[in-house]
């Protein structure tokens, strides 16, 4: 088939480490279809500059376009925005091309707007939804009602999490066209590796016990959290070393607010890094801790996993659907007490890698793309293979 998927979702020359799990997904899927990516670009994103090069794919085709909106009001109204940013850059190609379905990820503005496209070309669409675009942008009444009417419009909705699922259901979409797959992990790169040499590739101390973050620097991410309870971290394991992979508004602040504390020899912000070098972080942790607000299934608690890495994470969102017991610990979001008291218990304890990995091999990058294909294919009404 011929398919066109639309998202902001997707790494681009403008923020090339955006998305990892949609450049793995889409370009696996790509391999039995004809698929494009088109990338919406944050016109602010634009007028800052290339960032990097744009992601080098084995099998999926990409191109973008500017998304201009605005800024500070009308939120509700960024649907229509994204769909007129889309048509006046892309309109005349996309009436030309035939595609056999469109695919959106993330549901406001991106499904909202590709409804419109789709009505426009009398074409079916697949969506995908992944965490706070439900979780936040569905709480605010005038984008709840558009994600509602794009979600009720498509032949399938593909949930990251079974809560997820369970909010898609409660917005009216027909439970039969509402599909949970797990994200996958590329078990190829994320596996577990030798500790002490992955320390010294990163020039980090090879007895110290190393509680590793890997994400957005945000607050919504618990980052502040996660600093603020190290202290306690420290009473009981003086050398621990606190490691903020990745970037993001929050940065400044950690580093301000672990000087503060008199911490900031032990906290280490490494900056993003590309995809590719977060495994050899997480073989170098001694746990990694995600400590967010809301979330779908992020992919960075999977990976850990796959390296037989423990976790300790909050119970939001699809995260206690893929945490059990013996590969980690849960927390109450915001609590940043019970944060510190599941840190310490978990360099504590002495963790079975093999239970961390056996349970960690479920997740499987095979095993999505070809529930992907299925769901994709029936909503085309095209054969199964």
């Known amino acids: 088939m011929r398919i066109l998927a639309l998202t902001n979702l997707f790494p681009s020359a403008w923020d090339p480490l955006r998305a990892s799990f949609n450049r793995q997904q889409?370009?696996?899927?790509?391999?039995?279809?004809?698929?494009?990516?088109?990338?919406?670009?944050?016109?602010?994103?634009?007028?800052?500059?290339?960032?990097?090069?744009?992601?080098?794919?084995?099998h999926a085709r990409t191109s973008e376009f500017t998304f201009w909106y605005p800024p500070r009001v009308g939120r509700s109204l960024h649907g229509l925005a994204w769909y007129a940013s889309l048509m006046a850059q892309h309109g005349r190609r996309l009436a030309r091309e035939r595609h056999d379905l469109l695919l959106a990820s993330w549901a406001y503005p991106d499904a909202v707007g590709t409804a419109r496209l789709a009505r426009r070309l009398g074409l079916p669409y697949v969506v995908k939804v992944h965490g706070s675009d439900l979780n936040v942008q569905a709480n605010y009444r005038l984008r709840?009602?558009?994600?509602?009417?794009?979600?009720?419009?498509a032949r399938a909705v593909v949930a990251v999490s079974d809560a997820l699922a369970g909010k898609v259901r409660e917005l009216g979409v027909d439970p039969r066209r509402v599909h949970l797959i797990y994200n996958g992990v590329?078990?190829?790169?994320?596996?577990?590796?030798?500790?002490?040499?992955?320390?010294?590739?990163l020039g980090l101390p090879n007895d110290a016990p190393i509680v590793l973050y890997v994400g957005n620097l945000?607050?919504?991410?618990?980052?502040?959290?996660?600093?603020?309870?190290?202290?306690?971290?420290?009473?009981?394991?003086p050398r621990a070393l606190l490691a903020f992979v990745g970037d993001g508004p929050a940065a400044a602040a950690l580093m301000r607010r672990a000087r503060e504390l008199g911490i900031d020899d032990q906290v280490q912000l490494a900056g993003a890094r590309p995809h590719e070098q977060l495994a050899q972080w997480m073989q170098a942790a001694s746990l990694l801790s995600l400590p967010s607000h809301n979330e779908g299934v992020p992919n960075v608690v999977l990976e850990a996993m796959a390296c037989g890495l423990p976790v300790v994470a909050t119970r939001v969102g699809g995260i206690p659907e893929v945490l059990p017991e013996q590969a980690g610990l849960l927390v109450p979001a915001h609590d940043r007490a019970a944060l510190g008291e599941a840190l310490?218990?978990?360099?504590?304890?002495?963790?079975?890698?093999?239970?961390?990995?056996?349970?960690?091999?479920?997740?499987?990058?095979?095993?999505?793309?070809r529930q992907l294909d299925r769901i994709v294919r029936e909503a085309a009404g095209a054969p199964q293979p």
């Open 344 to 369: 310490d218990e978990a360099l504590r304890r002495n963790w079975l890698t093999d239970a961390i990995l056996d349970h960690a091999s479920h997740f499987r990058w095979d095993d999505n793309v």
């Open 26 to 58: 889409f370009d696996r899927l790509a391999a039995h279809h004809d698929l494009e990516v088109m990338v919406a670009v944050d016109f602010r994103e634009r007028r800052r500059g290339r960032r990097g090069a744009a992601p080098v794919l084995a």
């Open 144 to 153: 709840r009602s558009q994600i509602a009417a794009a979600l009720r419009g």
């Open 186 to 201: 590329d078990s190829e790169r994320f596996r577990p590796g030798d500790r002490a040499a992955a320390r010294g590739a």
């Open 218 to 237: 945000k607050q919504a991410k618990g980052c502040l959290d996660l600093l603020e309870a190290f202290p306690q971290v420290l009473a009981r394991h």
